[in-house]
């Protein structure tokens, strides 16, 4: 079906869901993610997985270590698209760009983590480069950061500052429902 907006799922691994990735917020985020992969599948809508593979070996993202691996429900089907990166942008030194243009897909819903990290630098790059992209703010989540100036931050306001940074600018921040909302919307359209 054309015109269908494509989910990109960032960095769903197994390392991300391990004690030592830090403090998080929105911990139904994995279930929120789930959710709208399956209703995607459901659909025969387009749907991306990116993996970062570190270049630090002591990375939790080595490549092959068990957690550069895909979580088990997030493990991608034959057809499903997977762009491999390095850098927190997964538009960087990937095709990714050039195959959503080849499909004619405009639109992007942008899920996954950290949100302050791969998923705003990604989100960034889209919105540049003219995709309409659209973050799910509870199917996103981050770690707990202290600031330029030391002051310890919240999972929860660093999440809340780099939504903020990108909606309006770069994307539009919805909610799952709206997401949902968008699917149904071009299913609809499509037939």
Same mark, same amino acid.
Request: proline content about 4%; charged content about 20%.
């Given at each position: 079906?054309?015109?269908?907006?494509? %989910?990109?799922? *960032?960095?769903?691994?197994?390392?991300?869901? /391990?004690?030592? &990735?830090?403090?998080?917020?929105?911990?139904?985020?994995e279930?929120? *993610?789930?959710?709208?992969?399956?209703? /995607?599948?459901?659909?025969?809508?387009?749907?991306?997985?990116?993996?970062?593979?570190?270049?630090?070996?002591?990375? %939790? #993202? /080595?490549?092959?270590?068990?957690?550069? !691996?895909?979580?088990?429900?997030?493990q991608? !089907?034959?057809?499903?698209?997977?762009?491999?990166?390095?850098?927190?942008? &997964? #538009?960087?030194?990937?095709?990714? +760009?050039? /195959?959503?243009?080849?499909?004619? *897909?405009?639109?992007?819903?942008?899920?996954? $983590?950290?949100?302050?990290?791969?998923?705003?630098?990604?989100v960034?790059?889209?919105?540049? !480069?003219?995709?309409?992209?659209?973050?799910?703010q509870?199917?996103?989540?981050? #770690?707990?950061?202290?600031? #330029?100036?030391g002051?310890?931050?919240?999972?929860?306001?660093?999440?809340?500052m780099? %939504?903020?940074?990108?909606?309006?600018?770069?994307?539009?921040?919805?909610?799952?429902?709206?997401?949902?909302?968008? !699917?149904?919307?071009? $299913? +609809?359209?499509?037939?």
């Amino acid at each position: 079906m054309k015109n269908m907006p494509c %989910l990109l799922i *960032i960095d769903m691994q197994k390392g991300m869901s /391990w004690p030592q &990735a830090g403090q998080r917020n929105n911990p139904n985020a994995e279930q929120d *993610i789930a959710e709208l992969l399956a209703h /995607w599948r459901v659909h025969h809508a387009p749907i991306v997985h990116v993996r970062h593979l570190s270049l630090e070996p002591e990375s %939790l #993202f /080595w490549p092959e270590q068990d957690g550069a !691996l895909f979580q088990d429900v997030f493990q991608p !089907l034959s057809h499903e698209m997977v762009i491999d990166k390095s850098v927190p942008d &997964a #538009f960087t030194h990937s095709n990714l +760009a050039v /195959w959503l243009q080849e499909k004619g *897909i405009k639109d992007l819903v942008v899920v996954g $983590v950290s949100t302050n990290n791969s998923v705003e630098s990604t989100v960034r790059t889209a919105g540049n !480069l003219g995709f309409n992209t659209y973050v799910v703010q509870e199917a996103c989540f981050a #770690f707990a950061k202290a600031d #330029f100036n030391g002051y310890e931050r919240s999972a929860d306001d660093v999440h809340a500052m780099s %939504l903020a940074n990108l909606d309006g600018e770069y994307a539009t921040v919805i909610s799952q429902d709206s997401a949902f909302t968008l !699917l149904s919307s071009a $299913v +609809a359209q499509s037939q």
